[in-house]
């Protein structure tokens, strides 16, 4: 392979399709992650694909909370990719949810890194066990659409190790996907693109990733840079400027040649894994829209259920269904994961097929008075509302309903006090104040091809709803962590609530909410018996029964929040550490066991830049969402040795509490007692009063007053003693 050929393989050949050298045949990418987006050949239209299965957007999956389901998607579409012969599939998406006005938040899986991370492992193996790559995005700190293609986000190492990149981290170490693809946005100052810190130093060498880094369609501004940084392949493409320039850095020496020779081992390698897994392939189109189905009914909250007004009874009465979402259903977002259905059902043909007795629709929105009517008839009304358009590309601009949805709501309610609302919608909605005068609130999130289907078996009792929030619904918008420092200006976005992301943040202030992370209601109801915490040299292992105690079979979210009282560091009052799906048939008891790694317990160090498990009393609360926790259990864990070296700029305070540095540095006080201002300054230092003053005094400070006995070197050969 020439010089030529080596850059032309770092690009594409063109849109979805890698470039073809001697030795490296070409593959297909193609988006994802809901569906297997292919583009049809000789069309015009950017976003005209061929037929697949759309599946339940991450936003609906993500509130399954279920490892399991998300592994049968991966490998449905795994089926599929192979079938339509795609070798990548572009996804999944698993950037956090910073604020509910995200525009692609319908995509991500949740506001936890933990949930996000656990729930993409199985995604990914569950893909990749086909034989169809992965492409992990998007890395990193990608949470806004807001000048998407520049904006830098800026935030400490601490909040990015800890909340943006742990999930990146998990799927990477835990599944290893073919393809890690990098974000548009920069990286406090740096494009992902060309981000040496991000894509070479912490990916690879931190974290061992073996496979390739491809781009965002469009993200490379300097082909040179990224291949320096650590990416390998360029999409779209042909590029034949980038080519040229790799070509004319190498040959002017100011990119060495093993450099992109690298860059083409991992191109070459993906090429021939995935051309290794091809194969003819077809899939069941009925099987995989019944896995829809089911997966949006999983996926399906129950917000509100006062009075028992769900499930409804088939033949109770008139049903009237109101709002145009239930006739014509918004089931997916807009942009690169647009999937062309191989079929779609709508909310009310299934309700129509499922209610025994008379339906009546009205569109509603625009008809209100007409809609009004037909409910103040009816046994019940079902006011389907939500957001009109989320999309890649634009955040939203507002946290409520439209205000004709609004409006609709209401008025109905004021007619019918059996009222329930199901929403559609890609994240979450302000629910207040209109929540307060309806009985029954369903959250229906974007669904999928089949997800009328799916709220008609929720709402009819067919299915048991599980689903439980993978993001906190506010009261008002300005309540939310992100809202002083969303989305930015001037070209930067600060992450000015640091760790506090999502329900940690509203937990810290102790501010109320509409509905909490992990929220969800069922048909039927739990209880909890007393829990067990076990240290182990793993991490912590609870234990505790779960008891169906109501009339139906259901599926309980047993959620574990762990916290350290007394730490050294800030921390979040709880972070979910641990959950588990399980089902319970109606008067069961089951063991459920939630182990927590101990990995998951450590926080990231910023005077070590290591990751570091505080030793102590664990607090863990186990319980069905962050704020309704049913049972405590505690466990004392060891820490890792996490001795800060101690400097001259290190505070007397610092010095004195370490237990060496204690010795030392009183062996030297007591030396100078008898020595003029020194001595003076000795003999007061061990005055409560005087120590509280000087505390915070970094020790170089005192040769300002003890002269040469605190000089750079004396303190240097002291740290040296002590380090």
Excluded at 258 to 270: C, F, G, H, K, W
Excluded at 378 to 406: C, I, K, N, S, Y
Excluded at 570 to 597: H, M, Q, S, W, Y
Aim: hydrophobic share 40%; glycine share 10%.
């Amino acid at each position: 392979m020439d010089l030529e050929e080596k850059a032309a393989v770092t690009s594409g050949s063109s849109f979805w399709r890698s470039t073809a050298v001697t030795g490296v045949p070409q593959i297909t990418l193609t988006d994802g992650p809901h569906g297997v987006r292919k583009a049809l050949p000789d069309t015009t239209e950017l976003l005209a694909s061929e037929p697949a299965t759309c599946f339940p957007p991450a936003v609906a999956l993500g509130s399954t909370w279920d490892p399991a389901i998300a592994r049968r998607v991966g490998e449905a579409l795994g089926d599929e990719a192979l079938a339509m012969d795609v070798q990548v599939l572009l996804g999944p998406g698993i950037n956090l949810k910073r604020s509910p006005l995200g525009g692609r938040n319908f995509e991500y899986f949740a506001e936890d890194p933990l949930l996000t991370g656990v729930l993409a492992v199985e995604w990914v193996k569950g893909l990749q066990s086909r034989g169809v790559g992965a492409s992990l995005k998007h890395y990193a700190v990608n949470s806004q659409e807001t000048d998407r293609m520049r904006v830098s986000a800026d935030l400490d190492e601490r909040t990015l190790r800890e909340l943006y990149l742990r999930a990146f981290q998990r799927v990477v170490t835990r599944a290893k996907p073919w393809t890690v693809m990098c974000a548009y946005n920069r990286v406090n100052g740096v494009l992902a693109s060309q981000h040496h810190w991000l894509l070479t130093e912490v990916l690879r060498g931190e974290w061992g990733y073996e496979g390739l880094v491809v781009s965002d369609w469009g993200a490379v501004a300097d082909r040179v840079e990224a291949v320096r940084a650590g990416l390998d392949l360029t999409m779209p493409g042909p590029d034949p400027e980038g080519d040229r320039r790799l070509v004319e850095a190498v040959r002017a020496g100011t990119l060495d040649e093993s450099v992109l020779d690298t860059a083409v081992s991992r191109v070459s390698a993906l090429v021939r894994a995935a051309l290794a897994a091809r194969t003819s392939a077809t899939y069941d189109a009925d099987a995989h829209h019944a896995l829809a189905r089911e997966v949006a009914g999983r996926g399906i909250v129950l917000l509100k259920n006062d009075g028992g007004v769900l499930p409804l009874r088939p033949g109770q009465g008139t049903v009237a269904v109101l709002g145009e979402h239930a006739r014509t259903p918004r089931f997916q977002g807009g942009g690169s994961s647009q999937v062309t259905p191989t079929r779609l059902d709508n909310a009310l043909d299934e309700i129509t097929a499922l209610a025994g007795g008379p339906v009546t629709f009205a569109p509603g929105y625009d008809d209100i008075d007409a809609a009004v009517a037909l409910a103040r008839d009816a046994a019940v009304a079902l006011v389907f509302a939500g957001t009109e358009r989320e999309t890649e590309g634009a955040d939203r601009d507002a946290l409520d309903l439209p205000a004709a949805h609004v409006e609709l709501i209401e008025r109905v309610a004021a007619v019918n006090p059996r009222t329930v609302v199901v929403l559609s919608n890609g994240a979450v909605v302000r629910t207040t104040p209109w929540d307060a005068a309806v009985p029954a609130v369903v959250e229906g999130w974007l669904l999928g091809q089949a997800g009328g289907g799916a709220i008609a078996d929720v709402l009819f009792g067919r299915v048991n709803p599980s689903g439980r929030l993978t993001e906190t619904i506010p009261l008002h918008l300005a309540d939310h962590p992100s809202y002083l420092d969303f989305p930015g200006e001037a070209g930067h976005v600060r992450y000015g609530e640091g760790v506090h992301v999502g329900y940690r943040g509203f937990d810290a202030r102790q501010q109320q909410v509409a509905y909490p992370f992990g929220h969800g209601l069922s048909y039927t109801t739990f209880d909890y018996g007393p829990a067990t915490v076990t240290a182990t040299p793993d991490g912590l292992l609870v234990r505790l029964r779960v008891t169906n105690t109501g009339g139906r079979d259901g599926r309980e979210v047993v959620q574990a929040y762990v916290s350290l009282p007394g730490s050294a560091v800030r921390r979040p009052p709880r972070e979910l550490k641990a959950f588990a799906n399980v089902a319970v048939a109606a008067g069961a008891t089951v063991e459920v066991e939630l182990p927590i790694a101990r990995d998951d317990l450590a926080y990231w160090d910023t005077r070590l830049s290591r990751w570091i498990v505080e030793g102590g009393t664990y607090r863990v609360e186990v319980g069905a969402s962050s704020r309704d926790l049913r049972v405590t259990a505690t466990a004392d864990v060891d820490g890792d040795p996490a001795r800060a070296p101690l400097t001259g700029e290190s505070t007397i305070a610092e010095w004195l509490s370490d237990p060496k540095g204690a010795e030392a540095l009183g062996a030297l006080f007591a030396s100078l007692a008898a020595d003029g201002e020194a001595g003076t300054m000795a003999r007061t230092a061990g005055n409560p009063e005087m120590l509280t003053l000087m505390g915070s005094l970094p020790l170089s400070r005192l040769a300002v007053f003890a002269g040469e006995a605190f000089s750079a070197a004396a303190i240097e050969q002291l740290s040296a003693s002590v380090n």
